[in-house]
């Protein structure tokens, strides 16, 4: 082959599926293609490039050492097509902001005061993506972030929103039917569990946690209600099933509002906080900064941005 001459696109996006799935028919899913249709694609390639790229086991698939010379080389080819693409989407929808963040941060926090936003800045269309999923910010088609987390964000601008803690909260209504509600007859009511406290990245104290900080032994219940979405744990203290260890960032609106109280001073800080991230390279463009200096004012009132602190 001639080394000036680049292979089919087609072939070389179809060897870069398989090897990131290794697997011929995730890749071909991805592909909208059938297997054989990308079997063929792939031997074009092997054809024209004169070598081997794939060891086929019973099972599995195995790169040849040819594979993964060129592999890391056409991932960042196609890498660079897919943001030289979104480059030019956005010079074509300037008006345009992606913000992603996780469904109980945007029921909660961010729907409510949302329409702020939008009344400040009217020109911009904002559109919010809420997933769990953490987004790369450096491939995915997405402005500005906010995300729970350390604070690490290598390469991001990062600013700190606001920390969070977790105390029981219920309905005024609740409180008052109680008895009225006391430490002492609490374990006695229905608690509300957030399971979304302990996940594969963050654990967060549970109502066990609690009890212990305020010298109380807590004692599993028959009649505890669990829900493993954040805001529908809320949603559900709310309309007076019970008591709920809420996380005060998430139930900021509710608490605002009279619907939620918090009867007990006892407070525990969450390791983790609110961080809204951009990328580095883009921190100064027009909407990101408009958002981002939109959130800080929303906690903290009017700051302007280059007084907010940023992490990176």
């Known amino acids: 082959m001639n080394s000036d001459r680049l292979p089919p696109l087609n072939s070389l996006k179809a060897f870069e599926a398989v090897v990131r799935h290794m697997s011929f028919t995730l890749a071909a899913k991805e592909l909208y293609v059938t297997p054989a249709a990308l079997s063929y694609q792939i031997k074009q390639l092997e054809n024209t490039l004169g070598v081997k790229l794939f ?11 040819q594979a993964k010379l060129i592999y890391p080389g056409v991932r960042q080819g196609f890498e660079q097509f897919s943001s030289s693409m979104r480059l030019l989407q956005r010079n074509i929808s ?3 902001l992606v913000v992603s963040a996780g469904p109980a941060f945007t029921a909660k926090w961010l729907a409510p005061r949302l329409y702020r936003f939008l009344a400040q800045y009217p020109h911009i269309d904002a559109r919010i993506s809420a997933s769990l999923a953490l987004t790369n910010l450096k491939t995915d088609d997405v402005d500005v972030a906010v995300r729970f ?29 109680q008895e009225p509600l006391s430490l002492d007859n609490l374990c006695a009511q229905t608690l509300i569990h957030d399971d979304t406290h302990t996940t594969a990245r963050f654990t967060i104290a549970c109502w066990k946690d609690w009890f212990k900080s305020v010298g109380i032994a807590y004692k599993p219940q028959r009649k505890a209600l669990r829900f493993n979405v954040a805001d ?8 007076g099933a019970g008591v709920v260890l809420g996380r005060t960032a998430l139930a900021q609106n509710d608490l605002d509002a009279g619907r939620l109280v918090m009867p007990f001073e006892k407070q525990i ?14 921190k100064d463009e027009e909407n990101i900064k408009a958002f981002r200096n939109w959130l800080v004012s929303e906690v903290n009132g009017e700051i302007d941005l280059t007084t ?3 992490i990176a």
């Not at 987390?149 to 039917?177: H, N, Q, R």
């Open 55 to 65: 060891v086929r086991l019973n099972r599995a698939i195995e790169l040849t050492d």
């Open 232 to 239: 529908h744990a809320l949603n559900a203290a709310v309309s």
């Open 149 to 177: 987390g350390w604070g690490e964000y290598p390469d991001y601008c990062a600013i700190k929103l606001f920390d969070d803690y977790v105390t029981p909260m219920c309905s005024p209504e609740f409180v008052t039917k």
């Open 94 to 96: 300037s008006n345009v």
């Open 269 to 282: 800080k969450v390791d983790f906080s609110f961080y809204a991230l951009s990328l580095s390279e883009r």
């Open 308 to 310: 907010a602190d940023p």
